[in-house]
């Protein structure tokens, strides 16, 4: 049962929306796998997406913002197939926390080398747990990358400095991740033509992140809308 962290103190990363599209896709996909998505951010921004959203919930979502989230995942992680952590927008015990829980860890930037360096206090929160948990999986995830436009070469630069990998799957900056989390939905629920590149930048994360943590995930036509 795999546990994957966001977590990345610097904001405008799209930490909250890579988290609400990364269980939505995961829980539309053919195995139909029940989700929990784990709000461990003060401001509740998830649950908030959720108490919007109209209709059956995707996905379950609860908000957690406390330093024992690592100790309540065991009872957890018998009721559902994957966690999901949306991380707090600083680093403090509960982002050490979502670490400690996490299998992987993804660590969200936008293309801007700057952005990377901005992270270094996330940076050096997962380098503390990597000495606790050595196995502990962690990326880089680039988001919010300008359609027809190459990520530059100081973000590669740039992350070369750390001795972390980059996601090779990328996230675009698009407008229908922004229109659809306000309304309580995510592009999957779209339908629109616009909206398809989106969702294939989400299944090429999921597929990216089943692979790591060593888990199946098949992503049927619904996901692919």
Same mark, same amino acid.
């Given at each position: 049962m795999p546990v994957i962290? +966001?977590?990345?103190?610097?904001?405008?990363?799209?930490?909250?929306?890579?988290s609400l599209h990364i269980a939505a896709a995961l829980a539309m996909s053919q195995e139909r796998p029940h989700? &929990? +998505?784990?709000? @461990?951010?003060?401001?509740?921004?998830? &649950?908030?997406? $959720?108490a919007v959203r109209e209709? =059956?919930?995707v996905f379950?979502?609860?908000?957690?913002?406390?330093?024992?989230?690592?100790r309540e995942l065991e009872d957890l992680k018998r009721t559902y197939d994957w966690i999901i952590i949306d991380g707090p927008p600083r680093v403090n015990d509960v982002s050490r926390a979502v670490v400690i829980a996490s299998d992987l860890?993804?660590?969200?930037? @936008?293309?801007?080398? &700057?952005?990377?360096?901005a992270s270094s206090d996330a940076i050096s929160t997962i380098n503390e747990a990597l000495v606790y948990k050595p196995n502990l999986k962690v990326r880089f995830l680039v988001n919010r990358v300008q359609p027809n436009t190459k990520v530059s070469a100081d973000v590669t630069d740039a992350?070369?400095?750390?001795?972390?990998?980059?996601?090779?799957?990328?996230?675009?900056?698009?407008?229908?991740? $922004?229109?659809?989390?306000?309304?309580?939905?995510?592009?999957?629920d779209l339908g629109t033509r616009s909206?398809?590149? $989106?969702? &294939?930048?989400?299944? =090429?994360?999921?597929?990216?992140? $089943?692979?790591?943590?060593?888990?199946?995930?098949?992503?049927?036509?619904?996901?692919? @809308?």
């Open positions: 962290g +966001l977590a990345n103190q610097k904001g405008g990363v799209g930490k909250t929306t890579l989700i &929990l +998505l784990i709000d @461990a951010d003060p401001q509740h921004s998830s &649950l908030d997406w $959720a209709g =059956s919930p379950s979502c609860v908000g957690m913002p406390h330093a024992k989230i690592n860890v993804l660590v969200p930037i @936008a293309p801007s080398g &700057l952005d990377v360096w992350i070369k400095k750390y001795e972390i990998l980059e996601l090779g799957a990328r996230v675009h900056h698009r407008i229908d991740f $922004a229109a659809s989390i306000s309304k309580g939905l995510t592009v999957f909206a398809k590149a $989106a969702t &294939l930048d989400i299944n =090429s994360v999921v597929l990216e992140v $089943a692979g790591i943590v060593g888990a199946t995930v098949s992503l049927g036509d619904s996901v692919h @809308a």
